[in-house]
């Protein structure tokens, strides 16, 4: 399975954007980038998922480079409530391995 | 609310006992997933059930076992626990057995094993 790299941890600013990267250098071309977060010890939550083009919904933007070899979950206008530690999960199979994921934190 | 239903929230027992964990997936939902979460860790991948057959093993023990039932509920045993036990024990359903991430996530049952 390809794995994935992110920070352990980043601050932003409410109000700001936080911009969350993600290095999956040994993804195969048809393994798919998840985003998830999980908000204190709450059940993880689903955000954006994406092949090859960049995709939004109404969380957040996904940013997937040109090789797929990194991407970047970019929330628009961070709030408090945005604190949690974000998972990205590079999966085509069964096996759905969380990594440790950056625990990002938005400061007032 | 995820729809994906865990039982019991909380849970005391001592070592060496046995415990059931239960699962009810989201209604439609052929897909479970067992995660543990020992503290202030991350998400351990145990094991992973499609329409009642066992799809993939992750890191889960031996004293560990699970099945997914006709109805699709799903059932985690811990045997013969020990301290290092004690974890939130996630649950999580998908309508798909395989290709895709989409997980929907119920709240946890807190093990703690004294």
């Known amino acids: 399975d390809a794995k994935t790299t992110q920070p352990t941890s980043m601050d932003c600013a409410e109000g700001r954007a936080a911009n969350l990267p993600c290095n999956h250098s040994?993804?195969?071309?048809?393994?798919?980038v998840y985003w998830y977060r999980q908000i204190h010890s709450q059940g993880p939550q689903y955000i954006i998922h994406?092949?090859?083009n960049n995709e939004t919904n109404e969380m957040a933007s996904l940013i997937i480079t040109e090789d797929r070899k990194s991407s970047t979950l970019i929330l628009p206008h961070a709030t408090l409530r945005d604190t949690a530690v974000y998972y990205c999960?590079?999966?085509?199979?069964?096996?759905?391995?969380f990594g440790a994921g950056t625990r990002l934190t938005v400061k007032p | 609310d995820s729809g994906v239903t865990q039982t019991p929230k909380h849970l005391i027992t001592a070592t060496g006992q046995r415990v059931t964990l239960r699962c009810s997936p989201r209604?439609?939902?052929?897909?479970v997933y067992w995660y543990q979460q020992s503290l202030d860790q991350g998400l351990q991948f145990l094991i992973q059930?499609?329409?009642?057959?066992?799809?993939a093993k992750g890191n889960i023990l031996e004293r560990f076992s699970a099945q997914q039932f006709p109805d699709l509920h799903s059932e985690l045993n811990l045997s013969s626990l020990e301290l290092g036990d004690s974890a939130l024990y996630f649950c999580?359903?998908?309508?798909?057995?395989?290709?895709?991430?989409?997980?929907?996530f119920g709240e946890g049952s807190r093990l703690t094993v004294l």
């Open positions: 999580a359903s998908s309508p798909r057995t395989s290709g895709s991430g989409e997980l929907f």
């Open positions: 040994t993804i195969s071309g048809n393994e798919y």
């Open positions: 994406g092949l090859k």
């Open positions: 999960i590079v999966i085509n199979n069964n096996d759905m391995r």
């Open positions: 209604s439609g939902d052929l897909s």
């Open positions: 059930y499609y329409n009642g057959e066992e799809r």
